[in-house]
Each structure stands twice: as C-alpha cells, then as structure tokens.
C-alpha cells in the first residue's frame, strides 16, 4: 500500500490511495490506532477485499468510486443508521445535480442503495467502533458504480458513466461532501425528520407491495415507512412488522 496524497476540502481532508484492501478496513484500523478523526475520508483507487452488505464481496476495478468517511458523532447506538440514510439522501442529490434532463428516475432503495431506472449504482456499508454504548467512530463506506459493474448483475445493476457520460469520480466525491456537510448539519440541529422525509420523497416502492428477503425467506407486505432506527416497518395483514436487515427484491 502506497503513502496517501492528502488534500483539504473545505473542512474535510481526503487521504487518497492506489489500492488498498477495503478503504472500510483501513479506516477502521486506523480509527482503532487513534491515526484518524472526524470527517476525514480515505478513498482508494481499486480495492481487493472491497466488502459489501451481509458479507458479500463488492467488485472494486479501477474506474469506480470507493471511499470511506469516518465520523465522530458521539450517539447512541440505536440511531447510528440514521446517518446512512443521510449519506444515500447527498448521493442522490449529488447525483443530481449531474442531471441535464428529466429522463432519470434516481431512488434509495432500503436500506441505503442508489437506483438509477430500478438499477443499482451505488450502495453503502455502515460500520462503527463503539464504547458503552456510544458510537466512537461511525465508518461510512460507500462504493459507485461510475464505468464498470459485475456483468453478472446486469439485470440488477448499473453504471454512472451510461446515463452521465462525462461524469468524474472526483467531481462527484466533492459534491457529494457538499450534500453530506449540509445534510449533517441539520440532522444534528434538528436530528432524523427531514432527513427521513427527503430519503421517503424518492424511496423505492413505498407503500407498494415488496417482498423483504432478511434470511432465507421471502417476506411480502406493503413497505410502510422507516423508523428512527432506519428499520423497514412492513404492513402484513394489518399489522407493522419492523425489519433491520435484509434485501428488497427488485421487481424486474
Ligand atoms: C452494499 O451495497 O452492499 C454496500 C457496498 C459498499 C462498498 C463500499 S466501497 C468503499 C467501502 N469499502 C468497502 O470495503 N466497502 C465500502
């Protein structure tokens, strides 16, 4: 692993590398070390061990966008995840704002993926250091697909670069910072409720019928809302059930 070059952006600082394992994984060490603090983000040009949600490998050639920004929040536990869904609210409009017309259909999908026309680009890992019950360091990992995706996914996903063709992975970093700084802020002034309504403005079949797969099982139910713990509550015979993890099977 190479030495990083280190910029500043407005009050954040960007360490970036060649190629690192996971840019989650080094951050985590580096926060377990005391090596790195609030709002500093570690981004890497291709990963090997890049991770994904439930354990599965996230694909990281060069080419994409993967990054990690670490965050000292000092919250409780149980409401650490609402800052994933502030997070996929500034990609989305990130995202936007590369948006020349109104061809796009961009949407979170629970828990916290980005859909371009029902296809994933971009998709987020949230993951914490924690001490009695307080989040220490909050690792905010986020992967986009700019000009590549596993071809194997093709029914399920896609990339940047066939919608925006001059898109810049660097360009989309910084507005990304942009959202983030002003979304974070006011989640902190006035904590989840608008942050909860701009991710429902654009959510992925909301009060439509979805079928949640948390383990093995398929589950189907009309997706209701999120809850201030980011947990999908799913109406089923009349009655909320509240999901933590899981997949919503896309439609196809
Ligand atoms: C998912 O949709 O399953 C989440 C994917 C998150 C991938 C990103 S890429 C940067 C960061 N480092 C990792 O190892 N994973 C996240």
């Not at 990054?67 to 995840?81: C, G, M, R, T, Y």
Request: charged fraction near 20%.
């Amino acid at each position: 692993m190479n030495s990083p070059q280190t910029i500043q952006y407005k009050n954040f600082t960007i360490h970036q590398y060649d190629c690192v394992d996971s840019t989650n994984d080094l951050a985590k060490d580096l926060a377990n070390n005391q090596k790195i603090c609030d709002r500093e983000i570690i981004v890497a040009t291709q990963q090997n061990k890049g991770r994904g949600r439930m354990n599965r490998h996230w694909v990281s050639p060069q080419g994409n966008l993967y990054f990690s920004l670490v965050l000292q929040p000092k919250i409780s536990l149980n409401i650490i995840a609402q800052l994933s869904f502030v997070a996929i609210v500034a990609l989305r409009l990130a995202v936007n704002k590369f948006v020349k017309n109104e061809n796009y259909n961009i949407q979170n999908k629970w828990p916290n993926d980005l859909l371009i026309n029902n296809k994933k680009i971009a998709g987020i890992l949230l993951e914490s250091i924690n001490s009695n019950n307080i989040c220490q360091y909050l690792i905010i990992g986020i992967g986009v697909n700019i000009n590549s995706f596993p071809l194997d996914l093709s029914n399920i996903a896609d990339k940047l670069q066939n919608y925006f063709s001059s898109i810049n992975k660097d360009d989309l970093l910084k507005k990304f910072l942009d959202e983030f700084d002003i979304l974070y802020q006011n989640w902190r002034d006035f904590g989840f409720k608008n942050i909860r309504q701009l991710w429902r403005q654009n959510a992925y079949n909301l009060n439509q019928e979805i079928t949640i797969k948390p383990n093995n099982n398929n589950i189907c139910g009309i997706f209701k809302d999120i809850d201030d713990e980011g947990n999908l509550l799913l109406e089923i015979n009349q009655e909320i059930h509240k999901f933590n993890c899981g997949d919503v099977i896309m439609v196809l």
